[in-house]
């Protein structure tokens, strides 16, 4: 965090510096934006079906500009389609939400039976009628239900109170004017649990990096990724992060706490009425590494499956690897994807790119990658940073296609987005195309990414909650 970022720490919510600070940005805004938004209950906005926009491991926005390099068969899954032009399809939704058991579960071989997997729980409710310091963002439902039962009203309210929070972006109760006004005024210090725009960068190809300021002066980075068809949202996990990864910004900052719940749904919901379109695809790589934070990453797929109405496949979660998660993650037999961030192609060259390798060896992390794909049948990704002179030779694709032959997998080469914190370099276009062959002649299917938001600081690794 740099000495700018830590002077908006203290800064108070409501403040007009805040609301100052925050840019103007050249983001075309669609007309369904705050007026659109309060006015309609059911915004219009078509949620397409498509793969995630997946990228250089944690610490970045990935962009969609993707170079297809082998023709590997993908198995292709039905996605069912969320349009919530459509009232049907957000009762279904809320329905799901109540009754898991409607949900599809697919079986693969080596799965357990539905009545053993353990289900992703939502946060608990707040115990009492006076515990009013937990916000609410986050809860399903019938939490939200039981919620303001315990609060006096009737049931019906809950789902109103869904509604607003999930598809109308109300920030306090105040904003719910369907509820009594005394009943508002005597619930004024319940929060939702939004955060503030404390600032907004935005890249040349319109992709946009936000600083948030958490409830506690916490700063963390938010991307929203726009393309025609789809808004991509790459949201952190973590204050900081404990990997320290040598190649990323965010790693060199240190660690400060997990996001709650609510904290990583608050940043879908920001880019969403930012930008005044529906978000489409989620990656779990911003800040932090999520599966050091699993129950509360766990909880808020949950939630933005079920209640903001977003495809479990449409959602990534990216990894360096920390030991025996990758195993435990496959026992909730989700239908996002997993991509696992190798950058190196053996322990001694991984241990040096990120140090908490050495906790995770390399061939105990392919052993849980494979019990991962026999458990839950979903093809990995595996996410490689391109280093020039470090591991980009041809023998490390060699390397490389040798640990992942038989591997229902595919590689996503990311060329290096500079950091001013660590001193490596991109390798040149013949370079990375020499490493791709290498790759394909091996029959491993494998892509390149170029990152998005490289100008405003937004790219993979270039996160650190600083405004540069
Ligand atoms: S330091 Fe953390 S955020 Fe950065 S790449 Fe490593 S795991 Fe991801």
Request: net charge positive.
């Amino acid at each position: 965090m740099t000495k700018r970022a830590i002077a908006h720490k203290n800064s108070v919510s409501k403040s007009p510096v805040i609301k100052k600070s925050v840019a103007k940005s050249p983001v075309p805004k669609s007309p369904v934006t705050k007026k659109s938004v309060a006015n309609s209950p059911v915004p219009k906005s078509p949620v397409r079906r498509g793969k995630g926009a997946e990228g250089q491991g944690s610490g970045g926005a990935e962009g969609q500009r993707k170079t297809p390099v082998a023709k590997t068969p993908v198995p292709k899954t039905p996605v069912a389609k969320i349009s919530l032009r459509k009232k049907s399809v957000l009762k279904k939704s809320a329905s799901n939400a109540e009754t898991p058991k409607n949900q599809k579960r697919h079986h693969f071989r080596g799965a357990k039976s539905s009545h053993d997997q353990p289900k992703i729980q939502p946060r608990p409710l707040p115990q009492t009628k006076y515990e009013n310091n937990i916000p609410l963002l986050g809860l399903s439902l019938s939490q939200l239900t039981e919620w303001v039962q315990q609060q006096d009203q009737p049931a019906y309210r809950g789902k109103q109170l869904h509604q607003w929070i999930y598809q109308q972006g109300a920030k306090t109760l105040e904003d719910i004017t369907v509820f009594p006004k005394q009943w508002r005024e005597n619930h004024q210090d319940v929060a939702i649990g939004r955060s503030q725009i404390l600032h907004r960068s935005v890249a040349l190809d319109q992709t946009v990096k936000y600083l948030l300021q958490l409830a506690d002066g916490q700063i963390i980075e938010t991307v929203g990724i726009p393309t025609q068809k789809r808004l991509t949202v790459c949201v952190s996990s973590q204050v900081g992060c404990p990997m320290a990864c040598d190649f990323c910004a965010t790693g060199k900052g240190g660690f400060t706490r997990n996001l709650a719940v609510h904290e990583i749904v608050d940043q879908v919901l920001t880019v969403q009425e930012d930008f005044g379109r529906r978000v489409s695809h989620i990656v779990f790589m911003g800040m932090g590494e999520p599966l050091l934070n699993t129950e509360n990453v766990l909880a808020a797929v949950r939630c933005l499956n079920e209640d903001v109405g977003i495809g479990q496949r449409h959602l990534t979660i990216s990894t360096v690897g920390v030991r025996d998660r990758i195993r435990k993650l496959a026992q909730y037999q989700g239908q996002f994807t997993l991509a696992v961030s190798l950058h190196a192609s053996n322990q001694a060259l991984r241990e040096k790119l990120i140090p908490s390798a050495k906790h995770s060896p390399l061939d105990q992390l392919m052993a849980e990658c494979r019990e991962y794909v026999n458990i839950t049948g979903r093809r990995l990704s595996i996410e490689y940073i391109l280093l020039a002179g470090l591991n980009d030779a041809h023998a490390h694709a060699i390397e490389l296609a040798n640990l992942l032959r038989g591997f229902q997998c595919h590689v996503n080469l990311i060329p290096y987005n500079p950091v001013k914190e660590a001193d490596y370099q991109r390798p040149s276009p013949q370079e990375i195309q020499a490493f791709v062959d290498g790759l394909q002649q091996r029959h491993i299917a494998v892509s390149v990414r170029y990152s998005r938001g490289l100008e405003a600081d937004a790219a993979c690794g270039q996160l650190r909650a600083s405004r540069r």
